[in-house]
């Protein structure tokens, strides 16, 4: 017989990916339902945001996150799409990161 015990004084639980809210899908159609992509977060202090069209060709960026966009690329509204999303950025507790995926544009 051995003994031994021990006490966790705190957790700390960091889940700081799931509160950053990237929608999959946004209809830019005047009707001020969606009318622009924004990513939603109120944990990260900074980050680069940017979109592509299946040619890998760069149809927004920003490093403002309450910029949202708005379906346009070099002033003409794009056709209902797939693009993909690029956004790393730094959270508040000094954290980085990354992620990617796919937004779809719909009328």
């Known amino acids: 017989g051995c003994e031994a015990s021990s006490q966790i004084e705190s957790i700390d ?5 799931d509160d950053i ?14 009318d622009k992509f924004y990513i939603v977060s109120k944990n990260v202090a900074s980050a680069y945001f940017a979109i592509y069209n299946r040619w890998g060709e760069r149809v ?8 949202g966009w708005d379906g346009t690329h070099k002033g003409e509204l794009l056709n ?8 790393k950025g730094v959270f508040y507790d000094g954290e980085s990161f990354l992620k990617k995926g796919n ?5």
């Open 60 to 67: 927004f960026e920003t490093n403002d996150l309450s910029r």
């Open 80 to 87: 209902p799409d797939v693009f993909v999303y690029y956004l």
């Open 103 to 107: 937004i779809t544009l719909i009328k």
């Open 21 to 34: 809210f990237v929608p999959s899908a946004f209809s830019p159609n005047d009707d001020n339902l969606n």
């Open 13 to 17: 639980v960091k889940e700081f990916d």
